[in-house]
């Protein structure tokens, strides 16, 4: 019986297949999905704001792009992963309400978005695929024996990337 | 010095229930005039909750709610959000349209119809407006409210909005939970408080608590 692992708002999690990864409600925040096939090895974080160094409080590590891709990155490969096998997928960064005054915090979707992607051409990892953006929020599932990223919506049923 | 959400004490505490309990009573009183029918009201709650806390007393993170979003501006920048379960939103609604409850398609497959939607994020400006208008009584500040934005989708998703802006000064909201009653029928709506970081500041001295 595969396991439904899940990953809190500001968390990290790494597993190994047959158990899945899971991230309820992603709204601005992003939900960064990295795997190495090889060894069916994957890793989800749920970030909430794009750069730790811009902010006082970052006790949490998760909860920023920069310092839960570096933790991440470290514990896969603590787990087996070999960096040149790691790839990844991305889904949110919905921008969840409209406002007259397009204030940077309104914006943070794209902002978390945009970090991340800067982060992984920096660590050099692929980006295989992303689900990003829109008004609406997303549930993630993924599977570290294929890689297969399951984004559900409200009203827009069950995506496969 | 600045501070935060994790500073505050008892006395700010009550403070801030009693803002609630004055903003909830006069939107029970707008509500009331408007569908010209006896509101009652539970006193509000106030709690300061884990981030990761709050989509749990909403039914879970997948759990389909409806946020109306308004900004703050004046003396006291930042948000409000008033949240509610798709049962109290409706309630709410069919109260106002002078319609059953049973009548309103709401669900994962039917979203709200324009005037349903109207409807709800106009119950949103009479409860944000009631809470800051005691508020901004309160504390002497001029405080403006933008017109409402509303968004009816994953719990988890919504809240990601207030837990953002939360997150970049602590890992706690602050949330006051206010129950309206129009005979059996009893509504549940959670009000957001989220001042910028400056503001907070400015509220506490402002009530005289700082």
């Given at each position: 019986?595969?396991?439904?692992?899940?990953?809190?708002?500001?968390?990290?999690?790494?597993?190994?297949?047959?158990?899945?990864?899971?991230?309820?409600?992603?709204?601005?925040?992003?939900?960064?999905?990295?795997?190495?096939?090889?060894?069916?090895?994957?890793?989800?974080?749920?970030?909430?704001?794009?750069?730790?160094?811009?902010?006082?409080?970052?006790?949490?590590?998760?909860?920023?792009?920069?310092?839960?891709?570096?933790?991440?990155?470290?514990?896969?490969?603590?787990?087996?992963?070999?960096?040149?096998?790691?790839?990844?997928?991305?889904?949110?960064?919905?921008?969840?309400?409209?406002?007259?005054?397009?204030?940077?915090?309104?914006?943070?979707?794209?902002?978390?978005?945009?970090?991340?992607?800067?982060?992984?051409?920096?660590?050099?990892?692929?980006?295989?695929?992303?689900?990003?953006?829109?008004?609406?929020?997303?549930?993630?599932?993924?599977?570290?024996?294929?890689?297969?990223?399951?984004?559900?919506?409200?009203g827009?049923?069950?995506?496969?990337? | 010095?600045?501070?935060?959400?994790?500073?505050?004490?008892?006395?700010?505490?009550?403070?801030?229930?009693?803002?609630?309990?004055?903003?909830?009573?006069?939107a029970a009183?707008s509500l009331s005039v408007m569908i010209q029918k006896k509101v009652d009201m539970?006193?509000?709650?106030?709690?300061?909750?884990?981030?990761?806390?709050?989509?749990?007393?909403?039914g879970?993170?997948?759990n389909l709610v409806s946020?109306i979003?308004?900004?703050?501006?004046?003396?006291?920048?930042?948000?409000?959000?008033v949240?509610m379960d798709i049962h109290s939103a409706k309630m709410l609604t069919s109260m106002l349209m002078g319609k059953s409850p049973d009548t309103i398609k709401f669900d994962e497959e039917v979203p709200l119809d324009d005037m349903d939607r109207s409807a709800l994020q106009e119950i949103g400006n009479i409860l944000?407006?009631?809470?800051?208008?005691?508020?901004?009584?309160?504390?002497?500040?001029?405080?403006?409210?933008?017109?409402?934005?509303l968004?009816v989708?994953?719990?988890?998703?919504?809240?990601?909005?207030?837990?953002?802006?939360?997150?970049?000064?602590?890992?706690?909201?602050?949330?006051?939970?206010n129950r309206l009653f129009d005979g059996n029928n009893e509504v549940t709506a959670?009000?957001?408080?989220?001042?910028?970081?400056?503001?907070?500041?400015?509220?506490?001295?402002?009530?005289?608590?700082?």
């Amino acid at each position: 019986m595969a396991e439904l692992i899940k990953v809190g708002m500001a968390d990290l999690k790494i597993t190994k297949s047959p158990s899945v990864l899971t991230t309820l409600g992603l709204g601005s925040c992003v939900g960064i999905a990295l795997y190495d096939l090889d060894i069916k090895l994957a890793g989800l974080a749920h970030i909430m704001l794009p750069d730790s160094t811009q902010i006082k409080n970052n006790a949490n590590k998760a909860k920023f792009a920069d310092t839960a891709l570096e933790i991440l990155l470290q514990e896969l490969k603590k787990a087996g992963a070999q960096k040149s096998n790691i790839v990844a997928k991305i889904a949110g960064g919905a921008q969840m309400f409209s406002m007259d005054s397009q204030s940077d915090i309104m914006k943070i979707g794209t902002r978390n978005v945009l970090a991340t992607k800067k982060l992984l051409e920096q660590y050099k990892i692929p980006l295989k695929a992303e689900d990003t953006g829109g008004n609406y929020g997303r549930t993630i599932e993924i599977y570290p024996d294929s890689g297969k990223l399951l984004v559900k919506a409200i009203g827009k049923g069950v995506r496969e990337l | 010095m600045t501070r935060s959400i994790d500073d505050l004490n008892s006395l700010h505490l009550d403070v801030l229930r009693e803002i609630g309990n004055i903003g909830a009573g006069n939107a029970a009183t707008s509500l009331s005039v408007m569908i010209q029918k006896k509101v009652d009201m539970k006193v509000p709650e106030v709690k300061i909750m884990d981030i990761g806390e709050v989509p749990g007393i909403l039914g879970g993170e997948e759990n389909l709610v409806s946020g109306i979003y308004f900004g703050m501006g004046g003396a006291v920048n930042g948000n409000i959000m008033v949240l509610m379960d798709i049962h109290s939103a409706k309630m709410l609604t069919s109260m106002l349209m002078g319609k059953s409850p049973d009548t309103i398609k709401f669900d994962e497959e039917v979203p709200l119809d324009d005037m349903d939607r109207s409807a709800l994020q106009e119950i949103g400006n009479i409860l944000s407006a009631s809470y800051i208008t005691s508020l901004a009584s309160l504390t002497n500040l001029r405080i403006d409210l933008s017109p409402p934005s509303l968004c009816v989708d994953m719990a988890g998703a919504i809240l990601s909005v207030p837990a953002i802006q939360f997150g970049e000064i602590s890992d706690h909201v602050l949330m006051i939970e206010n129950r309206l009653f129009d005979g059996n029928n009893e509504v549940t709506a959670n009000f957001f408080l989220i001042p910028d970081e400056n503001s907070f500041d400015t509220l506490l001295e402002a009530l005289g608590v700082s």
